[in-house]
């Protein structure tokens, strides 16, 4: 379980009316294993920031945040042992593969690192890994600019699992690709956690896709988490005036000026 205790961040800035900038308030919330969580929010509502921290990545200028019972920032970083348990997909893939490696290689990189595994195992098991994430096998010696978008996102993917996680986060996973390939993403993503069973934290402007991918959603605003709900299928769950505008946005409810117009129009035909 991933438990963050009033972890909060906040950055120097010198043009922020007492020298910092708050990206994340303090926020207390856990993560169970093997549920499927949606953060949503708009732009530069801390998303990123949140998603770092848990990752080992960004320690936190307050609270704590713990792993199992244990601390992912002690004195010093987090250390490789939170790498292995927690996995990140950048929202930025290319920048996350080495240009210059074939992608069987960086796939590969993990499992030495982690698992100390043999040449042969690490083929046999990145061969696996590239079934796994739809990657044709001959893709193996290809470099990162040789693939689509897509094919450089399912690497990542592949990559990150390689270190078996518990849990895997998804910050913007399907941003900027079309409609056809957002879905198939999306739905592979979904298959892999149920095969795998990890942790899924998955990361997203979009209430659409978070409605799809979650089964509970958190909603951010402007660095603050707004609301926190279970979600089954029914949008009432949702209280906050954010996330309901964030679900009228996604088409998912009527604005109620909508309603009222529809309303109208029915009277008007009676
Ligand atoms: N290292 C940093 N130094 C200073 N400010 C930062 C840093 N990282 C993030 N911020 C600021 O914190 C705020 C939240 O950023 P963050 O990347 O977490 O937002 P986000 O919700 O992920 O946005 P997006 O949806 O655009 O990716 C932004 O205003 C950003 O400029
Ligand atoms: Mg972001």
């Known amino acids: 379980m991933i438990e963050l205790k009033n972890a909060g961040c906040s950055f120097q800035d010198s043009l922020a009316p007492k020298g910092w900038f708050t990206a994340v308030s303090t926020l207390t919330a856990c993560f169970e294993n093997g549920g499927r969580y949606a953060i949503v929010g708009e732009s530069g509502s801390g998303k990123t920031t949140l998603a770092r921290m848990i990752a ?12 199992d019972g244990s601390p992912v920032y ?5 250390g490789k042992g939170h790498f292995k348990k927690v996995q990140i997909i950048q929202q930025n893939s290319t920048s996350a593969l080495d240009p210059k490696l074939p992608v069987g290689r960086s796939i590969e990189e993990p499992l030495f690192c982690f698992f100390r595994m043999g040449k042969a195992q690490r083929r046999e098991r990145c061969r696996q890994l590239m ?9 193996y010696t290809r470099l990162p600019s040789e693939l689509s978008g897509g094919e450089q996102k399912r690497v990542a993917i592949a990559r990150a699992l390689a270190a078996e996680p ?3 986060i998804f910050d913007e996973a399907t941003n900027g690709f079309d409609l056809p390939l957002r879905k198939k993403l999306i739905n592979e993503i979904i298959d892999l956690q149920q095969q795998l069973g990890f942790t899924l934290l998955f990361i997203t402007h979009d209430m659409e896709l978070a409605v799809v991918v979650a089964d509970e959603i958190f909603v951010m605003k402007n660095s603050n988490l707004v609301e926190r709900t279970a979600f089954s299928g029914d949008y009432s769950v949702f209280h906050d005036p954010y996330s309901r505008m964030l ?5 998912l409810i009527e604005a109620p000026a909508d309603r009222n117009h529809k309303m109208k129009e029915r009277i008007d035909v009676q």
């Open 247 to 251: 679900l009228e946005a996604g088409g």
């Open 131 to 139: 079934k796994l994430c739809n990657l044709p096998e001959g893709y």
């Open 56 to 67: 080992g990545l960004q320690r936190p200028s307050s609270g704590n945040i713990s792993v």
């Open 166 to 168: 518990q849990c895997l």
């Open 74 to 78: 002690g004195r010093a970083k987090a």
